[in-house]
């Protein structure tokens, strides 16, 4: 009998190999567990599934934003939505999940151990921070993130990791219209592009990913200092 889990992602189209979807279904597993001693997500158990997963995965059904052997960062990876499932399901990606929370990097980093996952790295600390540093800076072919903040906060933290050439891959949902035009003006001052909201629709729902394709390098400057890009976002000059 197909599990939850492989139903969701057999009726949506997600290229998910039946291995992967055993580890996904493990992953969940530990979630559900951890989460009952510590904050980790609000989302009810039975809803997990599709709320987390699927949610993050349906993306996949657009191979030209993810060809094969990325290099990938999630930023403010939380629980690890997208960057750990996007790692399970896709081991040729190696990714890197940047979260400020140290309970939720040990959560993480339990997963990873669980699954034996290589191809998977966990760091503690800011965007902020990150986006600055060696190996870090501008090495990345994509940057993701989903529910972390506004697409022009989003573009700060997200912009300086990419390569030029590369993108930033926010999940939205359909109140991103009202973020369109602070974030292509946050966009441009970073060195990137907002492209048009790509609607992957499944169940009558209607799930956005936002691609910024980094157009040229981002200036020094940015990120800003901790805190700042959120307190005093990137706008539109009036």
Not at 24 to 45: E, F, K, Q
Not at 116 to 142: F, K, M, P
Request: with cysteine.
């Amino acid at each position: 009998m197909a599990s939850e889990m492989e139903a969701l992602l057999r009726q949506a189209s997600v290229p998910v190999e039946p291995g992967r979807i055993a580890a996904l279904n493990v992953y969940l597993t530990m979630l559900a567990d951890w989460n009952t001693r510590m904050d980790l997500t609000s989302v009810p158990d039975a809803e997990m599934a599709r709320r987390h997963f699927l949610d993050s995965l349906l993306p996949l059904t657009r191979a030209e934003y993810f060809p094969q052997g990325v290099r990938l960062i999630d930023v403010g990876t939380g629980a690890g939505f997208p960057g750990l499932a996007l790692a399970i399901a896709r081991p040729d990606f190696r990714v890197t999940l940047l979260e400020a929370q140290g309970k939720r990097c040990q959560f993480l980093r339990a997963v990873c151990d669980e699954l034996d996952l290589s191809n998977v790295t966990v760091i503690q600390e800011r965007a902020e921070v990150s986006g600055h540093a060696e190996g870090h800076r501008e090495a990345y072919d994509l940057a993701v993130a989903r529910a972390v903040a506004p697409l022009n906060v989003l573009c700060e933290y997200l912009l300086p990791f990419v390569k030029p050439g590369g993108y930033a891959l926010c999940w939205k949902g359909p109140a991103v219209s009202d973020e369109m035009e602070d974030g292509a003006a946050a966009a441009r001052k970073l060195g990137g592009s907002v492209e048009a909201p790509v609607t992957l629709a499944w169940e009558g729902e209607n799930h956005l990913l936002v691609p910024v394709r980094k157009t040229e390098t981002t200036l020094p400057q940015y990120p800003r200092k901790n805190g700042i890009p959120a307190k005093r976002p990137l706008k539109k000059d009036k």
